[in-house]
Protein backbone atom coordinates (compact mmCIF):
# COMPACT_ATOMS: atom_id res chain seq x y z
CA UNK A 1 0.00 0.00 0.00
CA UNK A 2 1.54 3.69 -0.85
CA UNK A 3 2.02 5.83 2.05
CA UNK A 4 -0.51 8.31 0.37
CA UNK A 5 -2.97 7.74 -2.14
CA UNK A 6 -5.23 9.83 -4.40
CA UNK A 7 -7.44 9.25 -6.98
CA UNK A 8 -5.60 10.42 -10.50
CA UNK A 9 -8.64 11.60 -12.12
CA UNK A 10 -8.79 13.18 -14.31
CA UNK A 11 -11.70 15.45 -12.66
CA UNK A 12 -13.85 17.30 -15.31
CA UNK A 13 -15.91 19.86 -13.87
CA UNK A 14 -17.60 23.19 -15.66
CA UNK A 15 -16.92 26.86 -14.45
CA UNK A 16 -19.32 27.34 -11.02
CA UNK A 17 -18.91 23.57 -9.88
CA UNK A 18 -17.96 22.62 -7.11
CA UNK A 19 -15.44 19.81 -6.75
CA UNK A 20 -13.67 17.82 -3.74
CA UNK A 21 -10.38 15.41 -3.97
CA UNK A 22 -9.65 13.37 -1.26
CA UNK A 23 -6.34 11.72 0.25
CA UNK A 24 -5.63 9.08 1.89
CA UNK A 25 -2.38 8.47 3.89
CA UNK A 26 -0.78 5.03 6.27
CA UNK A 27 1.47 6.90 8.73
CA UNK A 28 -0.84 7.48 11.77
CA UNK A 29 2.38 9.51 13.20
CA UNK A 30 1.87 11.79 10.39
CA UNK A 31 2.33 15.37 11.57
CA UNK A 32 1.64 18.31 8.83
CA UNK A 33 -0.43 18.02 5.87
CA UNK A 34 -0.21 20.36 2.65
CA UNK A 35 -1.76 20.79 -0.43
CA UNK A 36 0.48 21.73 -3.80
CA UNK A 37 -1.07 22.62 -6.90
CA UNK A 38 1.06 21.86 -10.19
CA UNK A 39 0.31 23.38 -13.76
CA UNK A 40 1.77 21.56 -16.65
CA UNK A 41 5.52 21.87 -17.11
CA UNK A 42 6.15 23.44 -13.73
CA UNK A 43 6.47 22.90 -10.05
CA UNK A 44 4.77 21.78 -7.31
CA UNK A 45 3.39 24.85 -5.44
CA UNK A 46 1.98 25.00 -2.18
CA UNK A 47 -1.89 26.23 -2.08
CA UNK A 48 -2.32 25.60 1.95
CA UNK A 49 -1.70 23.48 4.67
CA UNK A 50 -4.24 21.42 6.26
CA UNK A 51 -5.07 22.12 10.26
CA UNK A 52 -6.51 19.76 12.40
CA UNK A 53 -9.44 22.17 12.76
CA UNK A 54 -10.05 23.01 9.24
CA UNK A 55 -9.27 25.91 7.25
CA UNK A 56 -10.10 27.97 4.24
CA UNK A 57 -8.74 30.16 2.16
CA UNK A 58 -11.33 32.18 -0.48
CA UNK A 59 -12.92 29.19 -2.65
CA UNK A 60 -10.57 26.59 -0.95
CA UNK A 61 -11.17 24.41 2.09
CA UNK A 62 -9.15 22.17 3.37
CA UNK A 63 -9.90 19.66 6.16
CA UNK A 64 -8.40 16.88 7.96
CA UNK A 65 -9.52 13.57 9.55
CA UNK A 66 -6.87 11.93 11.55
CA UNK A 67 -9.27 9.08 13.03
CA UNK A 68 -9.87 7.64 9.15
CA UNK A 69 -6.48 9.61 8.31
CA UNK A 70 -7.50 11.08 5.27
CA UNK A 71 -7.05 14.73 3.90
CA UNK A 72 -9.46 16.48 1.72
CA UNK A 73 -9.35 19.80 -0.65
CA UNK A 74 -13.03 21.70 -1.42
CA UNK A 75 -12.83 23.88 -4.37
CA UNK A 76 -16.01 25.99 -5.03
CA UNK A 77 -17.27 28.00 -7.75
CA UNK A 78 -14.61 26.71 -9.84
CA UNK A 79 -12.71 28.57 -12.71
CA UNK A 80 -10.74 27.58 -15.57
CA UNK A 81 -7.62 28.78 -13.94
CA UNK A 82 -8.08 26.30 -11.38
CA UNK A 83 -7.35 23.20 -14.26
CA UNK A 84 -3.98 21.89 -12.55
CA UNK A 85 -3.05 18.77 -10.95
CA UNK A 86 -3.77 18.52 -7.59
CA UNK A 87 -1.12 16.90 -4.74
CA UNK A 88 -1.64 16.56 -1.37
CA UNK A 89 1.60 16.16 0.73
CA UNK A 90 1.60 14.41 4.36
CA UNK A 91 4.46 15.16 6.78
CA UNK A 92 6.58 12.92 9.19
CA UNK A 93 10.42 13.58 9.46
CA UNK A 94 9.83 14.28 5.42
CA UNK A 95 7.47 15.20 2.83
CA UNK A 96 5.90 12.37 0.87
CA UNK A 97 3.28 12.77 -2.02
CA UNK A 98 0.56 11.82 -3.58
CA UNK A 99 0.79 11.12 -7.29
CA UNK A 100 -1.88 14.08 -7.78
CA UNK A 101 -5.32 14.71 -8.68
CA UNK A 102 -5.81 15.98 -12.34
CA UNK A 103 -8.52 18.78 -12.41
CA UNK A 104 -10.00 20.26 -15.97
CA UNK A 105 -12.70 22.93 -15.71
CA UNK A 106 -13.99 23.85 -19.07
CA UNK A 107 -16.16 26.40 -20.17
CA UNK B 1 12.79 36.95 -1.97
CA UNK B 2 14.85 34.36 -3.93
CA UNK B 3 13.26 30.71 -3.99
CA UNK B 4 15.23 27.40 -4.59
CA UNK B 5 17.40 28.06 -7.60
CA UNK B 6 18.40 25.02 -9.84
CA UNK B 7 20.66 24.85 -12.89
CA UNK B 8 20.58 23.93 -15.21
CA UNK B 9 17.12 24.37 -16.02
CA UNK B 10 17.07 21.95 -19.17
CA UNK B 11 19.41 19.54 -19.89
CA UNK B 12 19.67 16.63 -22.76
CA UNK B 13 23.11 14.65 -23.41
CA UNK B 14 24.00 11.17 -24.52
CA UNK B 15 24.02 8.07 -22.35
CA UNK B 16 27.10 7.21 -20.40
CA UNK B 17 27.72 11.19 -20.34
CA UNK B 18 27.52 12.37 -16.69
CA UNK B 19 25.58 15.08 -14.97
CA UNK B 20 25.32 17.27 -12.69
CA UNK B 21 22.30 18.93 -11.17
CA UNK B 22 22.80 21.99 -9.06
CA UNK B 23 20.68 23.92 -6.10
CA UNK B 24 20.64 26.77 -4.32
CA UNK B 25 18.11 26.50 -1.14
CA UNK B 26 16.49 29.33 0.45
CA UNK B 27 18.47 30.99 2.66
CA UNK B 28 18.02 29.94 6.43
CA UNK B 29 16.36 26.44 5.33
CA UNK B 30 17.98 23.78 6.81
CA UNK B 31 16.76 20.81 5.19
CA UNK B 32 16.94 19.99 1.39
CA UNK B 33 15.22 17.41 -0.94
CA UNK B 34 16.03 15.73 -4.22
CA UNK B 35 12.78 14.57 -6.16
CA UNK B 36 12.34 12.83 -9.43
CA UNK B 37 8.87 13.38 -11.78
CA UNK B 38 7.89 11.13 -14.39
CA UNK B 39 4.63 10.78 -15.52
CA UNK B 40 4.66 6.87 -14.82
CA UNK B 41 6.16 7.05 -11.14
CA UNK B 42 4.77 10.44 -9.57
CA UNK B 43 6.80 13.00 -7.89
CA UNK B 44 9.47 10.21 -5.96
CA UNK B 45 11.82 11.54 -3.10
CA UNK B 46 15.56 10.56 -4.12
CA UNK B 47 17.44 12.03 -0.74
CA UNK B 48 17.32 14.73 1.45
CA UNK B 49 19.54 16.55 3.90
CA UNK B 50 19.11 18.09 7.18
CA UNK B 51 21.73 20.67 8.46
CA UNK B 52 23.74 19.30 5.17
CA UNK B 53 23.88 15.83 6.18
CA UNK B 54 22.23 13.20 4.39
CA UNK B 55 19.59 11.63 6.54
CA UNK B 56 17.59 9.40 4.13
CA UNK B 57 18.73 7.93 0.80
CA UNK B 58 16.79 4.96 0.58
CA UNK B 59 14.78 6.55 -3.06
CA UNK B 60 18.34 7.17 -4.76
CA UNK B 61 17.93 4.71 -7.92
CA UNK B 62 21.41 2.94 -7.84
CA UNK B 63 24.89 3.35 -7.12
CA UNK B 64 24.73 5.78 -10.36
CA UNK B 65 23.35 8.94 -8.85
CA UNK B 66 25.25 10.23 -5.77
CA UNK B 67 24.64 13.67 -3.92
CA UNK B 68 26.36 16.01 -1.65
CA UNK B 69 25.69 19.21 0.22
CA UNK B 70 29.24 20.45 1.03
CA UNK B 71 27.54 23.73 2.64
CA UNK B 72 24.01 24.84 4.07
CA UNK B 73 23.97 26.86 0.21
CA UNK B 74 24.68 24.27 -2.32
CA UNK B 75 23.74 20.76 -3.12
CA UNK B 76 24.44 18.61 -6.26
CA UNK B 77 23.14 15.45 -7.80
CA UNK B 78 25.10 13.88 -10.13
CA UNK B 79 24.22 10.96 -12.16
CA UNK B 80 27.26 8.90 -13.69
CA UNK B 81 27.02 7.22 -16.26
CA UNK B 82 23.54 8.29 -17.84
CA UNK B 83 20.64 6.39 -18.95
CA UNK B 84 17.70 6.97 -21.12
CA UNK B 85 16.06 5.80 -18.35
CA UNK B 86 16.99 8.87 -15.96
CA UNK B 87 14.96 11.04 -18.43
CA UNK B 88 12.63 13.00 -15.99
CA UNK B 89 12.42 16.57 -14.44
CA UNK B 90 14.04 17.24 -11.45
CA UNK B 91 13.32 18.98 -8.66
CA UNK B 92 15.00 20.56 -5.79
CA UNK B 93 12.82 21.81 -2.28
CA UNK B 94 14.00 23.09 0.72
CA UNK B 95 12.37 23.74 4.47
CA UNK B 96 12.89 25.43 7.45
CA UNK B 97 11.53 24.08 10.12
CA UNK B 98 10.18 20.36 10.13
CA UNK B 99 6.31 21.13 10.23
CA UNK B 100 6.81 23.60 7.90
CA UNK B 101 6.13 23.03 3.64
CA UNK B 102 8.70 22.57 1.36
CA UNK B 103 9.39 24.95 -1.52
CA UNK B 104 10.25 23.81 -4.76
CA UNK B 105 12.98 25.33 -7.49
CA UNK B 106 11.60 25.29 -10.95
CA UNK B 107 13.06 22.25 -11.68
CA UNK B 108 15.86 20.22 -14.29
CA UNK B 109 14.30 18.52 -17.14
CA UNK B 110 16.81 15.81 -18.15
CA UNK B 111 17.16 13.93 -21.87
CA UNK B 112 19.43 11.46 -21.87
CA UNK B 113 19.67 10.26 -25.78
Known amino acids: RKEVEQDPGPFNVPEGATVAFNCTYS??????FFWYRQDCRKEPKLLMS???SGNEDGRFTAQLNRASQYISLLIRDSKLSDSATYLCAVNTDKLIFGTGTRLQVFP | DAGVIQSPRHEVTEMGQEVTLRCKPISGHNSLFWYRQTMMRGLELLIY????????DSGMPEDRFSAKMPNASFSTLKIQPSEPRDSAVYFCASRGQLDQPQHFGDGTRLSIL
Open chain 2, 49 to 56: FNNNVPID
Open chain 1, 50 to 52: VYS
Open chain 1, 27 to 32: NSASQS
